[in-house]
């Protein structure tokens, strides 16, 4: 099976900083790839590298088996959609107009059937009551909940033989915990469909229900890929997110549970209180 | 999936859009006529219907005129208005476009410099170069050519100087256009210094804008300048929209955003500078009409470029026409008249959005 989104060996360097240091990935088709690591661990980076809005300094990116930069941006657009950490629109439009941006890669053909698209996406991130509001007059949350249904609606736009991903930056930002699971939820059924999904995430129990496979990362170089029991070991969380953590199957799903019960400090970077 | 259902009658703003390209037509139909027809020479408008009527050739539903009637309105009058409607929308869709480039609505076309760089431009011709220059043949086309020039040169530097890794950065945009500005404001002082009294008239009239100079070829040339700018706004509308996302949201769904940047600067430069080159400058049309219509319409650039060019066509035709008949026969400078009553209604637009906020 091709890969539809691969990094080869990419780096980034920025100053004297690398932010990833090669970095090796492949997504495949129909796949739910959690991304953790701590903060500053080089996440963004990647994914920034993954939508093509950074190029990095070596390796390369490929989408379907190509170079990345040799896509069409027009055309990636019609099959990639992307939620940043901060989105932000700087004026006010209704919420209709915001979700049927999603639409504008796919050329006046989807504007005509705009409106089904629209409600079904904001249907589908439980948001279709915010139809008659304004982007201004919503909350962290519910701006989420939009971009959200922005991007199911760039992705429903399209044709579904063609590869298709969708990348998240922690998209459960702002979420009550409801809405946390039904936007990982929506995620997932989009991956039923053979969409790749990869999502950068911070709850580790959330992200290890959620992800076929975790990839986590440790100041810019893959620590781990593979299913969440593999990755998330008490060493790695020692080692990684500087964490004393019991590890138990979860009662409900059996997953990897993460308990942490106390920091544990390398001694470079001790906190001053607990010396 | 939990589906919080909601009855969605279409809301008030959709509604209230249906009415407002046909009442800004109407509007701008009424301001047509006012502007023609007010002045030292009265034309009615069934006088204007039988001048208009005759001229193409509709003989035979042209009813009684005055001759004279016919000459003012074809030569003077229709030219003036015309030149009005073109450059009121030419200055609004240009502040269209650079709010949506800053993304910030306080943006306009001085912001990158256009206007200060047409007025360090015309100044050079009108302080420095000899009086032969500009009294030839060719002699009233040196003026604007010379502003023209001035204003493209300007953005390109402030493009030039705007640049962070070969994509245009807002901020850096904005601040090369502040020094750029500062720039061009002190090189005009230097030339009002050494000027002479008559050129410091000339140099004080242009800068406070008018549409005096409107003839049949200054109205041709702008028609090119402000359809080029119209026609890349109407093309453009929908990834103007995905600009105010933010750069990185707008290339996820494929806006091919730094040359998209570079030509809205460009764009603007060319259509700005050339209104500027033959009007002098005219403020606050580009930073008020776009605000005014996004209160009327909303921020979709598909609803507010049509507007904004009908909007500010009509606002600047009847500030002309207020222009040359308040003091008649004497003529109110339009860019002072323009900043006056702009000025105070952008206050209180402000004043009011702070309340609802």
């Not at chain 2, 300007?154 to 245009?168: E, M, Y």
Request: charged residues 15%; proline residues 6%.
């Amino acid at each position: 099976m091709t890969a539809v989104l691969e990094a080869r060996s990419i780096t980034v360097q920025r100053g004297a900083r690398r932010l990833l240091d090669a970095v090796d990935f492949a997504l495949y088709p129909g796949e739910r790839v959690a991304v953790l690591g701590p903060n500053g661990a080089g996440k963004t980076t990647f994914l920034r590298c993954l939508t093509g809005a950074w190029t990095p300094e070596e390796g390369e990116i490929y989408w379907d088996g190509k170079p990345l930069s040799e896509w069409p941006a027009r055309t990636l657009a019609r099959r990639r959609a992307v939620v940043r950490q901060n989105g932000t629109l700087d004026f006010d439009f209704p919420v209709p107009e915001v979700v049927a941006m999603g639409l504008v890669p796919h050329g006046p053909k989807a504007q005509a059937d705009a409106d089904d698209i629209v409600r079904s996406s904001l249907q589908k991130v439980g948001a279709l009551n915010l139809y008659d509001r304004r982007w201004s007059r919503l909350s962290g949350g519910e701006q989420q909940r939009v971009t959200l249904a922005r991007t199911i609606a760039q992705l429903e736009g399209g044709s579904e033989s063609a590869s298709r991903a969708l990348l998240l930056d922690e998209p459960t930002n702002h979420l009550d915990p409801v809405w946390q699971l039904e936007a990982l939820s929506v995620a997932g059924k989009l991956a039923s469909r053979g969409v790749a999904v990869l999502a950068i995430l911070h709850d580790l129990t959330l992200a290890s229900s959620w992800a076929d496979r975790i990839l986590l990362l440790h100041e810019g170089r893959t620590v781990s890929v593979g299913p969440p029991e593999a990755v998330l070991t008490d060493e790695n969380m020692r080692s990684v997110f500087q964490l004393e953590a019991t590890v138990l199957p979860h009662p409900v799903h059996g997953r990897a549970w993460v308990i942490p019960t106390r920091a544990c400090f390398k001694d470079s970077n001790r906190h001053p209180e607990n010396p | 999936m939990s589906v919080v259902s909601s009855p969605t009658p279409s809301s008030p703003i959709r509604s209230l859009r249906r009415y407002t390209r046909i009442l800004a037509s109407l509007f701008c139909l009424l301001a047509i006529a006012v502007g023609t027809g007010i002045g030292a020479l009265g034309i009615s408008p069934s006088a204007q219907l039988s001048i208009l009527a005759e001229s193409i050739g509709l003989d035979s539903f042209a009813t009684y005129h005055d001759p004279i009637q016919a000459t003012v309105l074809k030569a003077i009058r229709l030219p003036r208005v015309v030149l009005g409607l073109l450059v009121g929308a030419c200055l609004s869709v240009a502040g269209v476009l650079m709010q949506a480039l800053f993304r910030n609505p306080l943006a306009s076309p001085q912001l990158i410099g256009v206007s200060g760089g047409a007025a360090l431009a015309a100044g050079v011709v009108i302080a420095l170069l000899p009086g032969e220059v500009t009294s030839g043949t060719y002699g009233a086309w040196v003026l604007p050519a010379g502003a023209f020039l001035g204003a493209l040169a300007v953005s390109l530097i402030t493009l030039r100087v705007g640049h962070r890794g070969g994509t245009p950065d807002v901020v850096s945009l904005l601040l090369a256009g502040v020094a750029i500005n500062a720039l061009t404001g002190a090189g005009l002082g230097l030339l009002v210094f050494v000027a002479d009294d008559a050129q410091l008239r000339s140099l004080t009239f242009w800068s406070l804008g008018s549409l005096g100079s409107a003839t049949w070829t200054v109205v041709g040339t702008l028609a090119v300048a402000t359809s080029l700018l119209l026609f890349f706004a109407w093309r453009n509308r929908l990834s103007f929209d995905l600009l105010l996302l933010g750069h990185e949201d707008a290339h996820h769904l494929g806006v091919p955003v730094a040359t998209l940047q570079r030509r809205m600067v460009l764009v603007t430069a060319v259509a700005v500078g050339s209104a500027v080159a033959f009007t002098g400058i005219i403020g606050f049309v580009g930073l008020v009409v776009p605000h005014l219509c996004r209160l009327l319409v909303g921020p979709t650039h598909q609803h507010l470029i049509p507007l904004s060019a009908l909007v500010g066509g009509s606002l600047l035709i009847f500030a002309d026409t207020g222009a040359r008949t308040i003091v008649a026969p004497a003529e109110l400078p339009l860019g002072v008249l323009t900043t006056l009553l702009g000025a105070p209604f952008f206050l209180v637009l402000l004043a009011r959005a702070r309340k609802f906020a």
